[in-house]
C-alpha cells in the first residue's frame, strides 16, 4: 500500500467491508448457452455479463443519485467480472446459497422498495418490468448471485488473521506526515425506562396467539395467518419463514423453543423481549430448523408511557442532586439489559468499543449528544426501537476526547483494524490472482483496450 492510499483510508469495520448492497450489482444470473451471443461481453466460468448489465448498472447509480460522469463503462466491466468471478468459485466450492434464503431476503428489500416508491405497482413500473412475477423474477437471480459473491468474499477475508508484530510493522511503515487522524471520540451512557405493560393486555395476546394456534391445529394456514397477524416486518409477509441453526443470532428463549419442537409441532405462546410468539416447525435438516412463526407485542397504554416518563424524571433528579451516580443508578434502575451491568454504557456497533467517533455517530443520537458537557444529563427522551416499541431514556457524556494523530498504544484497536484491511485487500488481489489463471474467461473485443485493475486478459 502507497503512503498517499493510507493516509486517505478510513478505518473501516469488517462487516461494512463485505456487504453487498442490494440492486446495485444489476447482472443476470445464468448459464452463457441461455443468452443472446450478441448481447454477451464478457464470459467468466459459468456467468455472462450482457452489454445491458452495464447500462441498468448505469441506471441504479444515477438513480441512487451517484454522478456517472465519474464512472467509465470499463470500469463496470471490471466490477462486474470481480463479481462473476466471486459467484463462480463460490459454486465451486459447494457454497450453497437456497431459495428461501433468497426469497426471505427478497421479500424484506420489495417491502422496502414499496415503502419508498409507494406501491409494488410503481415499483414493478420503475424497473420497467411487465408484472410483479418478472420482477421477482429477475431480481432472485441478483440477489443470488449477489449473495454467493459475499459469501464467497466473506470466506477469503474470514481466514485472514493479523498478529500484534504484524500491527506495529504496519504502523512504524507508514510515513510520519502520513500517520491517519483518529476523529473526535465519546462515550455516552444512558438509562432506559420501559413503560409496564399490563397483565391484562398481556392476556389479551396470550389468547389471540391460541385461537389462531387453535385454528392452524384444525386446518387453517400457518402461512396465511403469519401474513394476517404477524407483526414482524422481517417475515410476516413471507408467512413467518426462518431458517435457523444454534449459532443463529436469535434471542434465546426463541431459540429454546425452537429447538424442543418436533416437526410438525407448533408450540405454545411464549414471550421474548420482541412480544409473544408462537412457532411451527416446517422441517428439520441435520443441525437446521425450518420454522414459521408469529410474533404480537403488547399495546403500551398512555397511562404506562406517563409512569415512565415521571419514573425517569426521578432518576435524573436524584442523578443531578448527587444523591446517586449515573452509573450506580443505571445498574440499579435502567430496563436496559444490554447496558445496565456497564453502568449503562453503549457499545459503538461498528467496533463493539464503548468510545464513538463523531464524524461516524448515528445522526440521531449525534443530535442528542453533541452538545453535552462531560457529566451533563439530558432531560427524558421519548424513542422507539423496533420491535419493542416506545420508552424513556436519559444520556450522559462520561469522557471525550479531541482528533488527534493515531498513536500506537492508545488507537491500537484502529490501527489494528487498517492493518487488517490492508492484509485482507492484499490476500483478496492474490486470491483473484490465481483463480484468473485458473478460470475460463472471454472478454468482446469492444472491451480490449480497457485497461483493468486484474490481469482479466491473461497477458
Known amino acids: 500500500m502507497t503512503p498517499s492510499k493510507i493516509k486517505n483510508m478510513k478505518f473501516i469495520n469488517k462487516n461494512s467491508f463485505l456487504t453487498i448492497l442490494f440492486l446495485t450489482a444489476l447482472s443476470v444470473f445464468a448459464q452463457p448457452k441461455k443468452q443472446k451471443v450478441d448481447g454477451v461481453i464478457a464470459v467468466v466460468g459459468d456467468f455472462v455479463v450482457l452489454d445491458s448489465d452495464i447500462d441498468l448498472e448505469l441506471i441504479t447509480l444515477k438513480s441512487q443519485g451517484v454522478d456517472t460522469k465519474n464512472f467509465t463503462r470499463c470500469e463496470l466491466l471490471g466490477k462486474q467480472l470481480e463479481d462473476k468471478l466471486y459467484a463462480h468459485q463460490a459454486i465451486q466450492d459447494s457454497i450453497v446459497v437456497t431459495d428461501a434464503e433468497v426469497n426471505s431476503f427478497l421479500n424484506e428489500q420489495l417491502d422496502a422498495a414499496v415503502e419508498q416508491i409507494g406501491s409494488m405497482e410503481k415499483v414493478v413500473k420503475y424497473y420497467n418490468k411487465k408484472n410483479v412475477e418478472e420482477l421477482r423474477t429477475h431480481f432472485f437471480d441478483v440477489v443470488k448471485m449477489n449473495k454467493l459473491t459475499s459469501q464467497m468474499q466473506k470466506k477469503i477475508v474470514d481466514a485472514v488473521e493479523i498478529t500484534p508484530e504484524e500491527v ?70 413471507n408467512g413467518g419463514y426462518y431458517k435457523m441453526n444454534r449459532k443463529t443470532p436469535f434471542v434465546k428463549e426463541f431459540k429454546d423453543i425452537a429447538f424442543s419442537l418436533a416437526e410438525g409441532e407448533i408450540s405454545e405462546p ?69 447496558t445496565r451491568n456497564n453502568g449503562g454504557v453503549l457499545l459503538n456497533p461498528r467496533t463493539m468499543e464503548p468510545k464513538f467517533e463523531l464524524t461516524k455517530m448515528d445522526p440521531t443520537l449525534y443530535a442528542q449528544v453533541s452538545n453535552l458537557k462531560d457529566g451533563e444529563v439530558t432531560m427524558p427522551i421519548l424513542d422507539e426501537a423496533r420491535g419493542s416499541g416506545k420508552f424513556y431514556k436519559i444520556i450522559t457524556v462520561n469522557n471525550r476526547t479531541e482528533e488527534h494523530q493515531a498513536d500506537f498504544s492508545k488507537d491500537f484497536i484502529k490501527i489494528k483494524e487498517l492493518a487488517l484491511r490492508d492484509k485482507q485487500i492484499k490476500a483478496i488481489a492474490k486470491w483473484s490472482e490465481e483463480k484468473i489463471k485458473e478460470t475460463y474467461i472471454k472478454i468482446s473485443d469492444d472491451y480490449k483496450d480497457c485497461k483493468f485493475t486484474n490481469n482479466w486478459f491473461k497477458k
Open 168 to 237: 506495529r510493522n504496519f504502523f512504524k511503515d507508514i510515513p510520519a506526515d502520513e500517520i491517519p487522524t483518529v476523529g473526535a471520540e465519546m462515550e455516552i451512557a444512558q438509562i432506559v425506562v420501559k413503560p409496564v405493560i399490563s397483565q391484562e393486555e398481556k392476556n389479551r395476546v396470550i389468547e389471540k396467539l391460541n385461537e389462531i394456534r387453535k385454528d392452524v391445529l384444525s386446518g387453517s394456514s400457518f402461512f396465511s395467518k403469519a401474513v394476517l397477524f404477524s407483526e414482524d416486518p422481517g417475515s410476516s409477509s
Open 270 to 338: 411464549f414471550e421474548t423481549e420482541f412480544g409473544f410468539h408462537i412457532i411451527y416447525v416446517e422441517k428439520i435438516k441435520g443441525q437446521d430448523v425450518e420454522l414459521r412463526h408469529i410474533l404480537i407485542t403488547p399495546k403500551v397504554s398512555s397511562q404506562a408511557i406517563k409512569d415512565a416518563r415521571e419514573k425517569i424524571e426521578q432518576i435524573r433528579t436524584k442523578i443531578i442532586n448527587k444523591e446517586i451516580t449515573f452509573a450506580d443508578a443505571a445498574r440499579s434502575s435502567s430496563d436496559e439489559k444490554e
